[in-house]
């Protein structure tokens, strides 16, 4: 099981400035509910001195998307757009007293908001809009552009690690030589560059956990719902499998928990301990997006 600070714990469950923003004049749209986390970032911004007034945001994902989403906001309340630019996932991460090497992909996407939404204010295009030809990660929509950018920011030297900060390599692995060839193309910077400007290593990610079988990863579906279904019934509620596609897991979620105000969140969290105990990304949906899609 990944380890989780006090911190990512806290503002998962009591997340800061979560929720629309009125008056918000910049933002930043990143990621893909089909990919499994989607982000919309909201400032409010002087107009006069470009300092950043308030800070919202919007998020669906796991537990460390929605603390580094809420991290995101504290951080750059009462910064300049200047000020904002600098900050790193890395600096997310560290106000979070870290992530698990496999969640550092959560701060790459805030940092990914605030520059989408900095640009949004500026009426700029943001420069990370996929171009044609460069996507490299079809199973998430991650581009060449982003892989470059990442690795060269947190100084990453294997697959595993751009996997980790991207999701890139995560899914059906067909673009794990194309990812090698950008780390080789980078690397190759690194040795002209003065070793002053270098930065240290991410630690080695843990070996990856043997594949399930088809039973097998049934069973510990369900019997990752039924270790959940109690704390719910508590707060008058259940949770129910519909169905299981491939990576996605259709739920429908009943009593108090239908319908809450915190239901994306508890959705997260559940969706958090099934990519924990299968070993794997899977997407946790409500069964309305099920019969939504047989219905298309």
């Known amino acids: 099981m990944w380890d989780y600070s006090e911190k990512v714990r806290e503002h998962f469950f009591n ?3 979560a929720g629309p923003l009125d008056g918000a004049n910049a933002v930043g749209d990143v990621g893909s509910i089909k990919c499994g986390d989607a982000l919309r970032l909201m400032l409010k911004v002087d107009p006069d001195s470009e300092r ?3 800070a919202h945001f919007q998020t669906f994902g796991c537990g460390s998307a929605i603390a580094s989403s809420s991290a995101l906001t504290e951080i750059v309340k ?4 200047d000020e904002a630019l600098t900050v790193s996932n890395q600096d997310i991460a560290d106000y979070l007293d870290g992530l698990p090497p496999e969640k550092m992909h959560c701060s790459v996407m ?5 520059q989408a939404a900095v640009a949004n204010f500026r009426g700029e295009v943001w420069a990370d809009a996929h171009a044609e030809g460069a996507l490299v990660c079809k199973c998430f929509a991650v581009d060449s552009a982003m892989i470059e950018d990442v690795v060269r920011a ?3 030297t294997t697959v595993e690690q751009v996997t980790n900060y991207t999701k890139a390599g995560g899914g059906c692995s067909s673009c794990h030589e194309p990812i090698e060839e950008i780390l080789a193309r980078v690397a190759g910077e690194r040795c002209t560059a003065p070793v002053a400007e270098t930065k240290p290593l991410p630690a080695d990610v843990p070996a990856a956990k043997p ?6 990863r049934m069973r510990k579906i369900e019997e990752t719902v039924e270790a959940i279904r109690p704390m719910l019934q508590r707060d008058h509620g259940d949770i129910e499998i519909v169905e299981v596609d491939g990576k996605n897991i259709y739920v429908d979620l009943k009593g108090a928990c239908k319908g809450c105000m ?3 969140a508890t959705l997260s969290g559940i969706q958090t301990q099934l990519v924990e105990a299968l070993g794997e990304f899977v997407q946790l949906l409500p069964a309305s997006y099920l019969a939504a899609r047989k219905g298309a």
């Open 78 to 81: 009462g910064k300049t757009l």
């Open 154 to 156: 947190n100084g990453l």
């Open 262 to 264: 915190m239901e994306a």
């Open 110 to 114: 805030g940092r990914e908001a605030l």
């Open 52 to 54: 950043i007034v308030d």
């Open 211 to 216: 594949k399930l079988t088809n039973f097998q």
């Open 15 to 17: 997340p800061r400035n």
